[in-house]
T-cell receptor, first 116, second 116 residues
Framework: EPEVTQTPSHQVTQMGQEVILRCVPI?????FYWYRQILGQKVEFLVSFYNNEISEKSEIFDDQFSVERPDGSNFTLKIRSTKLEDSAMYFC??????????????FGPGTRLTVT | AQKVTQAQTEISVVEKEDVTLDCVYE???????LFWYKQPPSGELVFLIRRNSFDEQNEISGRYSWNFQKSTSSFNFTITASQVVDSAVYFC?????????????FGQGTTLQVKP
C-alpha cells in the first residue's frame, strides 16, 4: 500500500539554525500539506500546495517558513531561522483530490523537531 | 468560520467498557467531510473514517461505530468492548470543499486511556 514518508524522524537543531524537513508524498497525489502539532496540543494546518504553488497558508506560516517541490517526488518544508517555539511534530500529508466522495488525506509518520 | 470541538479532554475506562467520544463541528458549507484519526503513543496519525455530509447513514466497523447527526452538528465515535490497545489520542477533523484546498481543521483531541 502506498504511503507518505518523511525524513528525518527526529531533528535536533539550535535556535537560529535553518532546517529542512522532507516528505515524499504518494506518487499520484496532487495536493500536499504540512501540519504542525506542538506537544500535547491539536494538529494545526500550516500550508497547502497545489500545481507548484501555495494554495493556502495559515497565520502560523510566516516569512520564516517556505515550501518547495524541487522535483517530481519530494516536498520540503524549510524553517529559515528556528525559534524555541518551533519545537513540534511536523506532519506531511497528501491527497489525490480535495473534495469528493472519496476524499482522503494520507499522513506521513511525522518529523519531531526539537529546537534547543 | 469552521471549527471542531472535542469537549472531552481525557477519558479513562476499564477494559471491555464501551466508550463514546464526542465531536461537534461548525461550518457554513452544505457539503463537507468529517474525519476521525487515531494517534497512538508512537505519534503517527491513523485514519479511521471519513463521512460525507450528504450521507447520514451511521457506520459500524468491528468494535467501532460512528453516529453522524446533522441536526446537532455532531459526529460521535463509539468503541464497544474497549481494549488496552485502543489507548490513544483521538482527533475529529473537518474539511470544507469551499476552502479550495482540502485542508483539515482538527479538534483538540480526546485522550482515551483503557485500563486492564
Amino acid at each position: 500500500e502506498p504511503e507518505v514518508t518523511q525524513t528525518p524522524s527526529h531533528q535536533v537543531t539550535q535556535m537560529g539554525q535553518e532546517v529542512i524537513l522532507r516528505c515524499v508524498p504518494i506518487s499520484n497525489h496532487l495536493y500536499f500539506y504540512w501540519y504542525r502539532q506542538i506537544l500535547g496540543q491539536k494538529v494545526e494546518f500550516l500550508v497547502s500546495f497545489y500545481n507548484n504553488e501555495i494554495s493556502e497558508k495559515s497565520e502560523i506560516f510566516d516569512d520564516q517558513f517556505s515550501v518547495e517541490r524541487p522535483d517530481g517526488s519530494n516536498f520540503t518544508l524549510k524553517i529559515r531561522s528556528t525559534k524555541l517555539e518551533d519545537s513540534a511534530m511536523y506532519f506531511c500529508a497528501s491527497s489525490r483530490d480535495r473534495g469528493s466522495s472519496n476524499y482522503e488525506q494520507y499522513f506521513g509518520p511525522g518529523t519531531r523537531l526539537t529546537v534547543t | 468560520a469552521q471549527k471542531v470541538t472535542q469537549a472531552q479532554t481525557e477519558i479513562s475506562v476499564v477494559e471491555k467498557e464501551d466508550v463514546t467520544l464526542d465531536c461537534v463541528y461548525e461550518t457554513r458549507d452544505t457539503t463537507y467531510y468529517l474525519f476521525w484519526y487515531k494517534q497512538p503513543p508512537s505519534g503517527e496519525l491513523v485514519f479511521l473514517i471519513r463521512r460525507n455530509s450528504f450521507d447520514e447513514q451511521n457506520e459500524i466497523s468491528g468494535r467501532y461505530s460512528w453516529n453522524f447527526q446533522k441536526s446537532t452538528s455532531s459526529f460521535n465515535f463509539t468503541i464497544t468492548a474497549s481494549q488496552v490497545v485502543d489507548s490513544a489520542v483521538y482527533f475529529c477533523a473537518l474539511s470544507e470543499p469551499s476552502s479550495n484546498t482540502g485542508k483539515l481543521i482538527f479538534g483538540q483531541g480526546t485522550t482515551l486511556q483503557v485500563k486492564p
